[in-house]
T-cell receptor, first 111, second 114 residues
Framework: RKEVEQDPGPFNVPEGATVAFNCTYS??????FFWYRQDCRKEPKLLMS???SGNEDGRFTAQLNRASQYISLLIRDSKLSDSATYLC????????????FGTGTRLTIIP | DGGITQSPKYLFRKEGQNVTLSCEQN?????MYWYRQDPGQGLRLIYY???????QKGDIAEGYSVSREKKESFPLTVTSAQKNPTAFYLC?????????????FGPGTRLTVT
């Protein structure tokens, strides 16, 4: 089983809709979780960090379910500019400086 | 402007040649990282350094070497021993304050070896 698993998509969603995708992780000792967005042929950019049960930033909400070992990302009122690949990232413990990356979920917002 | 710079953006080399990719940061971050990204795969860690003059192998270190002589700089050498060097190489640095941890990436270098 991969350490971090994501549905690769693609998710094709009409503008203005709400979209959610999940990510599962295998290491129950994982402490910190992140969502990055990556545009085509660019570097990943940090979107949100999740240290407790969840985090909200404008139209974006990340939720953590430790019992089931998954993190979700919800995007409300989606914009064309939200089209990107979303990477789920896990850090095992606070003393560990290494991150484990999922392969990403590709999202396309359709006008 | 604070940030991470990588140069060059595109690099072309012939098989059998060593090549060094540059990474500089002025964020005063202690830790720095090198990843490679291949189509359809997640980022894979090559090397990382948590402090000057110290570095550790990541998951795919074979065929690569690094140095960390200054806090700001973490160059990566792709040697001729690396079997599949063509990839997108990303440098990152991180800051860790209590429970908070954030890792940021440079713009990347696309290396093509023929």
């Amino acid at each position: 089983r991969k350490e971090v698993e994501q549905d690769p998509g693609p998710f094709n969603v009409p503008e203005g809709a709400t979209v959610a995708f999940n990510c599962t992780y295998s290491n129950s000792a994982s402490q910190s979780f992140f969502w990055y967005r990556q545009d085509c042929r660019k570097e990943p950019k940090l979107l949100m960090s999740v240290y407790s049960s969840g985090n909200e930033d404008g139209r974006f909400t990340a939720q953590l379910n430790r019992a089931s070992q998954y993190i979700s990302l919800l995007i409300r009122d989606s914009k064309l500019s939200d089209s990107a690949t979303y990477l789920c990232v896990v850090r095992s413990n606070f003393g560990n400086e290494k991150l484990t990356f999922g392969t990403g979920t590709r999202l396309t917002i359709i006008p | 402007d604070g940030g991470i710079t990588q140069s060059p953006k595109y690099l072309f080399r012939k098989e059998g040649q060593n090549v060094t990719l540059s990474c500089e940061q002025n964020l005063n971050h202690d830790a720095m990282y090198w990843y490679r990204q291949d189509p359809g795969q997640g980022l894979r860690l090559i090397y990382y350094s948590q402090i000057v003059n110290d570095f550790q192998k990541g998951d795919i270190a074979e065929g690569y070497s690094v140095s960390r002589e200054k806090k700001e700089s973490f160059p990566l050498t792709v040697t001729s021993a690396q079997k599949n060097p063509t990839a997108f190489y990303l440098c990152a640095s991180s800051i860790h304050r209590g429970v908070s941890y954030e890792q940021y990436f440079g713009p990347g270098t696309r290396l093509t070896v023929t």
